[in-house]
């Protein structure tokens, strides 16, 4: 916890330069929100920005300074100091106003990483302005909480939430997560994690993995919308993750006991029991999961449902981007009219099912419209059709198997639309659309975009880029008495 000192006033505060500046600023802020009630001869006269570049200077200088800021940290001996004006910093910042309000010279105790950025923070209260790189956020975000400056907190927050996608050396999205939750920002939290899932098979290859904490890793293993090619490929991750730690064994066994193993292929578990060091090195905790898993996929699923519940995490896929689960669909100038393909995956996660194969057909149309909006024809000549702008449509996928088959029985799809778009340089999963079990298509898909834009957000070339997975879940039906 950084510390404050300070000594007591001196006879002489100089009010008038920063006052006489405040003044200023009020008198223009007062002429920009005139009422000139239509007066065509009305005009603004805004000197703004110069007033801006003064305040800058009026730091820079120390011209009529009544208060000093002495900032020590570990890194450096000697202080940096900083001639300012009580009146500004009070102004923005409520700590300031106490520290200043008796004593003239503060000394202000930061660690080196909050010290670097000390004027620059300074520079935001005098002008309200502030450049910062991705790895000053958390620094310039410490400041802003420190001194309670809750426009700068807010602000940096808003940076942090924007640029997840940001490339960086070292990754820093998990840092920012970890940050998050030690300060108990909720949203920016949220944000990381959803980032995190939708984007995992590029973290797991980062370095940014290998700072994942245990609690972070046991949160992501929970979910179901994990984005990544394979279950197999979270293992590996995972047991990665495991051989650089040195971890107790029940917490080992309890990151180890989160895997999806009914989703690994028989031959790769097989392959896994004879070569990871890290399941031969906790085997028993995990050998009730693996021993279900190659129940699951010797036996038929109708079979098995009915002696083991189905309906939990273990038996259902996350989202894979292996061909056997869906496929990319790259749809070009997707506003010009409606587009179809079809594609086909394996029936269901189970070896049992692995040689089944259901045939998909998707529509996309651009400019959909509900039944409220179609034309309607009338007897009368002047409207016989109420006119209908594009724009009142929009865009729609629908999903349907080709065909049905007894096969299905116990077998429902779940469908998973995934939204990739170029944010910062680098292809990203923007939005995952889920469908209910009983629907063919997603209320909400892509609502917010606009696709008649080539500017479009969601657009990658003018084109838009779709990957598509189908989520097997099998049901329990009639319970056998064991």
Known sequence: MARLTGTRPVATRRWGCAAAFLLLLFTVQAAQKADFSGDPTAATINHSLTLLQRLQELLQNGNGSDSVLRVRSAASDEPKVFHTHQLLLSLQSEVFESLLRNQSIVTLYEPPETAALFEKFIRYLYCGGVSILLHQAIPMHQLASKYRVWGLQRGVAEYMR???ASESSQGHVVGWYHYAVRVGDAALQESCLQFLAWNLSAVLGSAEWGSVSMELLLLLLERSDLVLHSELELYTAVEGWLSRRQLEAPVAERVLRAIRYPMIAPSQLFRL??????????????????????????????????YFDVNCSMFLPRNYLAPSWGSQWVITNPARDDRSTSFQTQLGPSSHDAGKRVTWNVLFSPRWLPVSLRPVYSDSVAGAIQPVRIEDGRPRLVITPAMSSPDFA?????????????????????????FH??????????????????TSEYLIDNSLHLHIIIKPVYHSLIKVKK
Request: hydrophobic share 45%; glycine share 4%; no cysteine.
């Open 162 to 164: 924007t640029h997840l």
């Open 273 to 306: 029991q004879a070569q990871s060091a890290v399941l031969a090195r906790h085997r028993a905790a995990v050998q009730d999961l693996l021993f279900q898993a190659f129940q699951f996929h010797a036996a038929s699923p109708l079979h098995f449902a009915k």
């Open 410 to 434: 116990g077998v429902t799809f779940q469908k998973t639309v995934l939204v990739g778009v170029r944010q910062q340089g680098r292809v990203l999963v923007k939005h995952a659309y889920s």
């Open 437 to 454: 079990q009983s629907s063919d298509e997603a209320a909400d898909f892509l609502v917010h975009a606009d696709l008649q834009k080539r």
